[in-house]
């Protein structure tokens, strides 16, 4: 249709007005046009920067190349010197004016360091009923309104550390207590399958069903052998940016030893993120078997997103023994090219890999087994 049939058709009127003025009104509208695209250019690139960005300062890793546009590590003997903490002062997190403002508001006495009880009473056991004593000491207190409109999922990867679960919960409960945190579920995701452990994979089902069953707005992913020493180290999201909180920076393996951080990049251990920033990252990765890589894999998820993590003042942990693990000696390899598989290989495949078996509810926490349904289960 010319421009002359277009205007008959749609706007007869105007053909009624000069050709000087027809020209004019045309060409005020498409300037009219041309800026109200401007405009919606302008605020989507706007609201894609800022999504990140509110308040916190981001210097974006100088180690990263881009492949088919995506950033990969330049060399992967580098990576524990890449940077993925927020840089200067962003990267530490000083909750102390949320702490004052529960502890005014709610009565809270959080005095930091915290004496942590590695033997657990017989009578502790987490499949068992005589736990709900436990859970009447330690779950029904008065709660503080300032947490009311937050869920907190804490998820605990899980297989045959029964002695080091049973320690993490013995601790953990009466620390929610303190922080009087009581809108939580501790959910434990069992690899029922044998063979080769694969925590990524049982953190991104157990995510993926608990956001059908419970619907969190934090999640706390766990290691299970990991326990918090110092009760300011808040289990909430609340006044956290999107920026995920490392929360474990500092642990120690004796009970009298002295604190390590064993690697800036590091980010595994316990990691508190809202749900739509791990949407946003795919989740962990599939492909990392045994001992080792998940976590450094889900660094490069950081970076090649560009979300810096943030570390509280106060993350102190104690890491419990357990007998060695098999250590995966394919994962530099892996993370070699990690962020070019990011959107294909994690939250969006994990049904095609794995299935949840069964669900108990016990009065400490949800029971969620799991197995492996795709030909590398056989692996070990
Ligand atoms: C592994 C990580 C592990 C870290 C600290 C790294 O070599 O790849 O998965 O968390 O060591 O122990």
Redesign the pocket.
């Known amino acids: 249709m010319t421009i002359q049939r277009y205007l008959t058709y749609y706007c007869p009127r105007i053909l009624t007005i000069s050709k000087k003025y027809r020209f004019l009104s045309i060409f005020i509208l498409s300037i009219f046009i041309f800026l109200f695209i401007i405009y919606n250019i302008h605020i989507s690139i706007h609201q894609n920067t800022q999504q990140f960005d509110d308040s916190i300062s981001y210097k974006k890793s100088l180690n990263l190349l881009h492949k088919q546009k995506v950033l990969v590590p330049v060399s992967i003997n580098r990576l524990y010197d890449y940077q993925v903490v927020c840089t200067g002062n962003n990267g530490i997190l000083n909750r102390t004016n949320l702490i004052h403002q529960i502890s005014t508001i709610c009565k809270i006495n959080l005095n930091g360091s915290l004496k942590i009880n590695l033997n657990p009473t017989n009578d502790f056991q987490i499949r068992s009923s005589l736990t709900l004593k436990y859970v009447k000491l330690w779950k029904t207190f008065n709660t503080c309104s300032i947490f009311e409109n937050e869920t907190i999922a804490i998820i605990i990867s899980y297989r045959d550390r029964e002695k080091n679960l049973q320690t993490l919960l013995y601790n953990l409960l009466p620390f929610l207590q303190r922080q009087k945190i009581f809108n939580y579920k501790i959910f434990i995701i069992e690899q029922q399958t044998s063979g080769a452990f694969n925590k990524g994979r049982l953190y991104n089902i157990g995510f993926y069903h608990i956001m059908k069953i419970y619907k969190p707005t934090c999640v706390i992913f766990h290691d299970v052998d990991l326990i918090p020493e110092n009760d300011q180290n808040l289990y909430s999201c609340l006044k956290l940016t999107n920026h995920p909180l490392h929360m474990s920076a500092n642990v120690r393996f004796k009970i009298n030893g002295s604190y390590t951080t ?1 690697y800036s990049f ?1 980010v ?2 316990v990691l508190t993120i809202r749900p739509e920033t791990f949407i946003l990252l795919n989740g962990y990765s599939n492909r990392y078997f045994n ?6 894999d889900m660094g490069l998820r950081f970076l090649s997103k560009d979300i810096c993590v943030q570390r509280p003042t106060t993350g102190y942990y104690y890491a419990g023994s357990h007998s060695t693990q098999i250590r995966n000696e394919n ?1 530099f390899k892996l993370l070699f090219d990690a962020t070019l598989r990011q959107d294909i290989d994690g939250l969006n495949n994990i049904d095609q890999l794995a299935r949840v078996t069964n669900t108990y509810e016990y009065p400490l926490v949800t029971w969620i087994t799991v197995k492996w349904i795709d030909k590398y289960s056989s692996i070990s």
């Open positions: 064993i590091l595994g251990g001992w080792g890589g998940e976590d450094d994962r």
